[in-house]
């Protein structure tokens, strides 16, 4: 498995502290059967900035470790950014990294609000070249309350990446429905642990409850585009839908 999202990079944001609890994490990654994870830490959410060059100097230190460890996990960087008007010229002045240093990259909404100027900000991304990928947009308010604002930005050419503990219930009933919602109108693309601490690498279990909902093809397409993502190549889509509002039988 390639988990393409989480917060393993020590003491650098709201994820692990030590390079100790780091090998945890990845200790645990490989017990769960995840062989490649990208460190996305958190970049201008008001609490953390980390800078594309920092951050790649911290991602080669942890693999040096875990190879020093001989813990069999490859680490690849990454970065979460809030939205903000400037990425564009982060991105031109290094300071923004992209998904393995793709042309993929991770666009982390506000909880408590859609920015208004969202949609011209994905389109001037794209225009540049690059493949914006939504953060858990499951888990903003104003989403949960009117779904079909991400159906417009994926009909526009933006991908969504959901969170496992989203589709397990971690985040209450509400957003566990609105993420199967998601999936039923194909406005998912990837699915990822987001995980802060070892004990929520939980990739593996929303796999099984994916298995379990749908069937193995639902889990191939998930785990085959975080293989693309980290590639940089073309990911499977299907056409967007818009979210109908209707109970799905079995998972709640």
């Known amino acids: 498995m390639i988990d393409i999202h989480t917060h393993i990079l020590p003491g650098v944001d709201d994820g692990v502290s030590t390079m100790e609890d780091s090998m945890k994490m990845a200790m645990k990654a490989v017990k769960d059967g995840t062989r490649t994870v990208v460190a996305t830490p958190h970049h201008n959410n008001g609490s953390h900035y980390n800078y594309k060059n920092n951050i790649l100097l911290q991602v080669n230190e942890l693999n040096r470790q875990l190879n020093d460890r001989d813990i069999p ?14 990425i564009l010229e982060g991105l031109q002045k290094d300071e923004i990294l ?8 991770f666009i982390e909404l506000p909880r408590d609000h859609f920015p208004q100027y969202l949609s011209n900000f994905l389109f001037n991304l794209q225009v540049e070249g690059y493949r914006p990928i939504l953060t858990h947009p499951e888990r903003n308010t104003q989403i949960i309350e009117q779904p079909n604002l991400l159906y417009s930005l994926v009909k526009n050419g933006a991908f969504v990446q959901i969170t496992a503990s989203s589709l397990l219930g971690k985040y209450g009933r509400n957003v566990k429905k609105l993420s ?28 099984r409850d994916l298995k379990k909902n749908y ?37 709640f």
């Not at 992209?98 to 990259?105: F, L, P, R």
Request: proline share 3%; no cysteine; aromatic share 10%.
């Open 98 to 105: 992209t998904i393995n240093e793709s042309d993929y990259v």
């Open 215 to 251: 069937d193995q093809s639902m889990v191939y397409y998930f785990s085959e585009n975080a293989q693309y993502v980290v590639e940089g190549q073309s990911l499977a889509t299907e056409p967007p839908e818009r979210i109908k509002k209707k109970k799905i039988l079995g998972v």
């Open 180 to 207: 199967y919602q998601l999936i039923d109108s194909n406005l998912v693309h990837l699915i990822a642990s987001g995980a802060q601490k070892s004990k929520v690498l939980n990739l593996k279990e929303a796999y």
């Open 73 to 86: 996990l490859t680490v690849l960087p990454g970065q979460e950014t809030r939205v903000y008007g400037d």
